[in-house]
């Protein structure tokens, strides 16, 4: 059965029972994106997505606004069952994960962006970038199917893929255009410099996989 994108919105949030953190304004902030501290200085319309890099002991953040409803997941730090169906050795193609899903209903449109972080100061090391936005793209997919087949409720889903780098020369690694990454031109590259502060909706993406 169809239904419009703030109604499938509303159903992802009751399906995965992901826990509320609240930020300025009391506006809802899901999945644990960042510190609730950290969450403390953003407007109604924000989100702050953030990670530690373990090797440079460094934390990563990417804030930005957005128009309509969002619900943010923090994908690989989920330990629920539903994000681990399959047996997860940590060797196989589904035991790796993209760093956040965002879902957005906006203007009657669902889009999942797929986000990675990479400390990259030298060269983005794409050949894991890929596996790990492919396996968010293939979490989308199953998720989709599986509220379609369980609730009989579906709506068309847009997934698009991205990697935010502090890359000091990322040109090498990216297409003539200095956006996709050359070698996976579905995968959008932003600096976390030019990406902070945007509005989610306006990340750049012309290669979406689109699910119905």
Not at 64 to 92: I, T
Request: hydrophobic residues 35%; negative net charge; charged residues 30%.
């Amino acid at each position: 059965m169809p239904i419009n994108a703030d109604g499938y919105l509303s159903h992802l949030k009751t399906f995965l029972d992901v826990r509320e953190t609240r930020g300025k304004g009391n506006t809802p902030h899901y999945g644990q994106l960042c510190k609730a501290k950290e969450a403390i200085s953003l407007a109604e319309n924000e989100i702050l997505l953030a990670d530690t890099d373990e090797t440079a002991q460094e934390r990563l953040k990417a804030k930005l606004s957005f128009s309509g409803r969002v619900l943010g997941l923090r994908l690989d730090a989920c330990q629920s069952p539903l994000f681990h169906f399959m047996n997860d050795d940590g060797k196989r193609p589904w035991a790796k994960r993209c760093d956040f899903v965002v879902f957005q209903a906006h203007q009657d449109r669902l889009k999942a962006y797929c986000i990675e972080f990479k400390k990259a100061r030298t060269y983005i090391p794409a050949a894991d970038v890929m596996m790990q936005l492919h396996a968010g793209e293939a979490w989308c997919l199953t998720l989709h199917k599986l509220l379609s087949a369980y609730s009989n409720k579906d709506t068309r889903l847009e997934v698009s893929k991205y990697v935010f780098t502090d890359c000091q020369n990322p040109d090498p690694d990216l297409d003539p255009e200095n956006k996709y990454l050359k070698d996976y031109p579905d995968i959008r590259h932003y600096l976390f410099s030019d990406v902070d502060g945007m509005a989610l909706e306006d990340l750049e993406n012309d290669s979406q996989k689109v699910i119905v």
